[in-house]
């Protein structure tokens, strides 16, 4: 089965820190994905990548960044956290984008910025 | 641009059965998926149907396609406390290759005992 793992479960953290939620899939996937979830918004994209150190925007990648040094590990970033981050935080992989596998999930991480 | 549209709530007692609906706009989508969201939890893979089926049964779970109409349905049945979750479909984004999903708003079922 594949493994993804994110690192924290619940996390707080004061506005303006520097934020770094990680992630580590075990199945040698290609492709990694972090979404926010909010109620009523369902899953929203924030930043994949597709290879080492590629990465790619999602549809709302402002105030975050993300790093991807090793396959297995991808990083997210919140640069300067903002309260409007408070947020549940899921990570994705999936084995490559051509062969239409599905993407498996992280337990998520809700994240509170006081 | 691609849309999912999912009904947000769904109340049904133990023992009824429960049909989730999706309706989307991007026809060329090869597999179709449903997750599973627990309280507290990341996304499950509950069940998925590839695009030249119309119906796919796994035990009470029955996956429904229509293409014509675009429309996907998940009907759990005899439904149990257990199923209280939120359900997403998801399918691939437009014809990138690049694993991308875009997902539902998400269901959320109640079971009632």
């Known amino acids: 089965d594949v493994k993804v793992t994110q690192s924290s479960r619940y996390l707080v953290k004061r506005t303006g820190e520097k934020v770094f939620l990680e992630c580590v899939q075990d199945?040698?996937?290609?492709?990694m994905f972090w979404y926010r979830q909010d109620p009523g918004l369902g899953l929203r994209l924030i930043y994949f990548?597709?290879?080492?150190?590629?990465?790619e925007k999602g549809d709302i990648p402002e105030g975050y960044s993300v790093s991807r040094e090793k396959k297995e590990r991808f990083s997210l970033i919140l640069e300067s956290a903002s309260t409007n981050q408070t947020s549940m935080y899921l990570c994705?992989?999936?084995?490559?984008?051509?062969?239409?596998?599905?993407?498996?999930f992280g337990d998520g991480t809700r994240l509170s910025i006081l | 641009g691609e849309d999912v549209e999912q009904s947000l709530f769904l109340s049904v007692r133990e023992g009824d059965s429960s049909v989730i609906n999706c309706t989307y706009t991007?026809?060329?989508?090869?597999?179709l998926y449903w997750y599973k969201q627990e309280p507290g939890a990341g996304l499950q893979l509950l069940t998925y149907?590839?695009?030249?089926?119309d119906m796919k049964q796994d035990q009470r779970l029955t996956v429904l396609l229509n293409k014509k109409d675009k429309h996907l349905s998940l009907r759990i049945a005899d439904t149990q406390t257990g199923d209280s979750a939120i359900y997403f479909c998801?399918?691939?984004?437009?014809?990138?290759?690049?694993?991308?999903?875009?997902f539902g708003q998400g269901t959320t079922l109640q079971v009632k005992p």
């Open positions: 991007d026809s060329s989508s090869t597999y």
């Open positions: 149907i590839f695009s030249n089926m």
């Open positions: 998801a399918l691939p984004f437009g014809s990138s290759n690049t694993g991308k999903l875009i």
């Open positions: 994705a992989s999936t084995m490559d984008g051509a062969s239409n596998q599905p993407q498996h």
């Open positions: 199945m040698d996937h290609e492709n």
């Open positions: 990548s597709y290879d080492v150190k590629m990465k």
